[in-house]
């Protein structure tokens, strides 16, 4: 892992990414985040231009600073969001991609001094259903792991990213329809589980287990799988625990469980 550190050209500019390394799969864009702080107490900073040293593999975003940063940082002001983005060539080869990105400015909007250099990694990894998911639904977000996490819920529904995914749910809007559903199912007298899963989603294993009890031991034995039906992009699935029917068990629990490869 290479050193990651700023280095300011100017008292008056603190620059810092935050992080100065991220990971992103092969053709994706990444978006850097950091904090400009002017730490002058009487003058103006002007932000006139950025510019970029990076690997072969790696391309800035056209605008992507100036779109985001106010160019004039007034004493004492503090900026703290996207930066820059570049973006990773599809056929770069997994591995770790470096470049330093440098503000350039000063007392005015004619000045070219290099206020402050950081540098950067990107981290480039094989792409998954997943990482193509993330894109799609999170967009200048999918390399915010706050955001586009497994264990993240952007939409504050109770339901983290990973199952979103997997049960074909929209990250973006709260709601929990599309969850699994239990019942008991008279056919076998037992407790029974149906669930959707995303025929797409071969970077995912679904799993269900079943208990005597919340706290397990979780197994999967008795159980009987059966497909219910398929639209081509998803398919409906019913588990049975047929090997436990309630006459003779007494109570019964049942869990998805939900495995990124």
Same mark, same amino acid.
Request: net charge negative; charged share 10%; proline share 5%.
């Given at each position: 892992?290479?050193?990651?550190?700023?280095?300011?050209?100017? &008292?008056?500019?603190?620059?810092?990414?935050?992080?100065?390394?991220?990971?992103?799969?092969?053709?994706?864009?990444?978006?850097?985040?950091?904090?400009?702080?002017?730490?002058?107490?009487?003058?103006?900073?002007?932000?006139?231009?950025?510019?970029?040293?990076?690997?072969?593999?790696?391309?800035?975003?056209?605008?992507?600073?100036?779109?985001?940063?106010? =160019?004039?940082?007034?004493? =004492?002001?503090?900026?703290?969001? @996207?930066?820059?983005? +570049?973006?990773?060539?599809?056929?770069?080869?997994? %591995?770790?991609?470096? #470049?330093?990105?440098?503000?350039?400015?000063?007392?005015?909007?004619?000045?070219?001094?290099?206020?402050?250099?950081?540098?950067?990694?990107?981290?480039?990894?094989?792409?998954?259903?997943?990482?193509?998911?993330?894109?799609?639904?999170?967009?200048?977000?999918?390399?915010?792991?706050?955001?586009?996490?497994?264990?993240?819920?952007?939409?504050?529904?109770?339901? +983290?990213?990973?199952?979103?995914?997997?049960?074909?749910?929209?990250?973006?809007?709260? %709601?929990?329809?599309?969850?699994?559903?239990?019942?008991?199912?008279? &056919?076998? %007298?037992?407790?029974?589980?149906?669930?959707?899963?995303?025929?797409?989603?071969?970077?995912?294993?679904?799993?269900?287990?079943?208990?005597?009890?919340?706290? =397990?031991?979780?197994?999967?034995? #008795?159980?009987?799988?059966?497909?219910?039906?398929?639209?081509?992009?998803?398919?409906?699935?019913?588990?049975?625990?047929? #090997?436990?029917? @309630?006459?003779?068990?007494?109570?019964?629990?049942?869990?998805?469980?939900?495995?990124?490869?």
């Amino acid at each position: 892992m290479m050193a990651l550190s700023g280095m300011a050209a100017r &008292a008056d500019l603190s620059f810092v990414l935050t992080p100065a390394a991220e990971t992103c799969a092969q053709s994706n864009e990444v978006f850097f985040s950091g904090v400009l702080s002017n730490t002058n107490p009487t003058n103006n900073v002007y932000l006139n231009d950025i510019q970029f040293t990076a690997s072969s593999n790696l391309a800035a975003v056209a605008n992507a600073f100036f779109a985001n940063v106010p =160019g004039i940082l007034s004493a =004492g002001q503090t900026y703290s969001d @996207i930066v820059f983005a +570049v973006t990773v060539n599809p056929t770069a080869a997994v %591995g770790n991609y470096s #470049g330093t990105v440098t503000i350039v400015g000063g007392t005015n909007i004619l000045s070219s001094s290099n206020l402050a250099t950081q540098s950067f990694q990107v981290s480039v990894v094989v792409a998954t259903p997943f990482n193509a998911w993330q894109l799609a639904e999170f967009g200048p977000n999918a390399s915010n792991p706050n955001i586009s996490g497994d264990l993240a819920d952007p939409d504050g529904d109770g339901i +983290v990213n990973l199952l979103e995914y997997a049960l074909n749910l929209n990250p973006n809007v709260a %709601g929990t329809t599309g969850l699994p559903i239990a019942y008991i199912d008279p &056919a076998c %007298g037992c407790l029974t589980l149906t669930y959707t899963k995303v025929l797409s989603a071969i970077d995912l294993s679904y799993t269900v287990e079943a208990a005597a009890d919340p706290s =397990g031991a979780w197994s999967t034995n #008795g159980i009987i799988q059966t497909v219910l039906g398929s639209d081509g992009v998803t398919q409906t699935n019913k588990a049975s625990d047929a #090997g436990n029917p @309630i006459a003779t068990s007494g109570k019964r629990f049942m869990h998805l469980r939900i495995t990124r490869q």
